[in-house]
């Protein structure tokens, strides 16, 4: 989406209110968001992921943001370097002033622009809150959207619970799908529904209908164990793969079994959530076998979440450590399928 010569990235809707200013930053479209379940629906308009990128040769800009419901933080980037964090007041419209770093001038520019994205890129990363944009002021400068070669080339699309959301990180770009991302140097398009990662069938053919991502990664069963039925998880799961895999035969997806948690230990293993989560996986398992997909690869959860303590106290969330770890594991799996289509 380009509106003010920006390209908002993550971002499926700019959504406008009749009475309100700004545009509100939408990750998925109105008619997904209102099938979900109701926490659903309250977490899809967390703008969490979403970006604002552009190029220009102001040396002052002024960008004008706020957030809807909740005190928010935007953290800036020039190319892959951290530039500064901004806190957004709840309901307050707030002007972030951005300078152009004076020390990149002194700099062999082949050192600046040897990752994912181009040093010449702002990029204005959200948190987790609902962002709304107003406008960006570079002083008569022109303003334009990064070229295709100023932005990673390969993209990973990720659904799945709170813990891809990025929850238990410190900040949301700490997250193990954003981690992962910057170790392969690719973008990362972050459809994480904290607790309500439920696989409907319309958030399933919205999947299935993007054309925007190279690889997907799916993290799906956490949210579900003793909620629903066994066989309609079955049935979900099967429904939203099916329809990526008739509709992109040729583009790899990965699905990984529920990451450990409280449940995976539990003292009486015959709690009902130990139970569910055992029987989902095997679903998970039973689909990567029964299909014989050749770009549909299952990793397995303990391999990505390797130690317990890397959780936070409510053992479901990791850490920043834990988010930092699993993004290396994730990223080693995940590396030699990304080389593969680098090389195409």
Request: net charge negative; charged share 25%; proline share 4%.
């Amino acid at each position: 989406m380009l509106p003010n010569n920006v390209f908002f990235h993550n971002v499926m809707e700019l959504e406008q209110r009749s009475y309100l200013p700004g545009l509100r930053l939408q990750r998925f479209p109105r008619q997904v968001r209102e099938s979900l379940t109701e926490k659903g629906r309250m977490k899809a308009v967390e703008s969490n992921g979403c970006e604002l990128r552009f190029v220009t040769e102001a040396r002052y800009i002024r960008v004008t943001m706020a957030s809807q419901e909740k005190n928010g933080q935007v953290l800036v980037f020039k190319g892959d370097l951290f530039h500064a964090a901004y806190d957004l007041k709840a309901g307050v419209v707030t002007t972030i002033e951005l300078e152009e770093p004076e020390r990149f001038a002194e700099v062999i520019p082949e050192k600046l622009n040897n990752a994912a994205f181009s040093s010449k890129v702002w990029r204005v990363f959200c948190d987790r809150f609902s962002a709304i944009f107003y406008d960006i002021d570079a002083f008569g400068f022109v303003v334009r959207p990064p070229e295709r070669h100023e932005v990673p080339q390969l993209t990973l699309l990720a659904y799945g619970s709170s813990i891809t959301q990025g929850a238990g990180a410190l900040s949301h770009y700490n997250c193990y799908v954003q981690q992962t991302a910057r170790r392969l140097g690719i973008d990362v398009l972050n459809l994480g529904l904290s607790g309500s990662c439920f696989c409907e069938p319309e958030l399933a053919d919205h999947l299935a209908a993007r054309d925007d991502w190279d690889i997907a990664y799916l993290e799906m069963g956490v949210n579900m164990r003793g909620v629903i039925p066994v066989e309609e998880f079955q049935k979900r799961t099967a429904y939203l793969l099916d329809g990526i895999i008739e509709r992109y035969p040729e583009k790899p997806i990965f699905l990984t079994s529920i990451f450990p948690n409280r449940a995976t230990y539990f003292q009486d293993s015959t709690y009902s959530f130990s139970e569910a989560e055992k029987r989902f996986n095997e679903v998970l398992e039973q689909y990567y076998a029964s299909r014989h997909h050749e770009n549909l690869i299952l990793l397995d959860g303990k391999r990505i979440m390797t130690d317990f303590t890397s959780l936070t106290s409510d053992l479901i969330h990791p850490s920043d450590y834990g988010h930092i770890v699993m993004g290396e594991h994730l990223a080693g799996f995940l590396r030699p399928t990304v080389d593969k289509l680098r090389a195409a």
